[in-house]
Nanobody, 124 residues
């Protein structure tokens, strides 16, 4: 059974930095794509970033491009989201997700497994 456990959320000042982690277990993830999504209060869940576990290809939402970086540690089965220069509008619950296949998809429906989420609050 696939388990995704997020950590690293919290309160951060605008312009600071924060790193989220997603520990994955229950599968060999070499043929999977991992993604980060977020849901702000009153809004739908939206794509943030994705990385193909096999070849490291990445995809980013325009709103975070140049500020956030997704990466993976194969030995630790962990995916990271480095958030630099966060803005108050980045405040949301951040979710880790996994999908079978190597496409760095943006659609919520493309992902098969989800973590419970971690709250990120950016103060101005």
């Amino acid at each position: 059974q696939v388990q995704l456990v997020e950590s690293g959320g919290g309160l951060v000042q605008a312009g600071g930095s924060l790193r989220l982690s997603c520990a994955a277990s229950g599968r060999a993830f070499s043929s999977y794509t991992m993604g980060w999504f977020r849901r702000a209060p009153g809004k739908a869940r939206e794509f943030v970033a994705a990385i193909s576990w096999s070849d490291g290809r990445t995809n980013y939402a325009e709103s975070v491009k140049g500020r956030f970086t997704i990466s993976r540690d194969n030995a630790k089965n962990t995916v990271y989201l480095q958030m630099n220069s966060p803005k108050p509008e980045d405040t949301a619950v951040y979710y880790c997700a996994a999908r079978r296949g190597s496409g760095v998809e943006e659609l919520v429906s493309a992902y098969n497994y989800w973590g419970q989420g971690t709250q990120v609050t950016v103060s101005s």
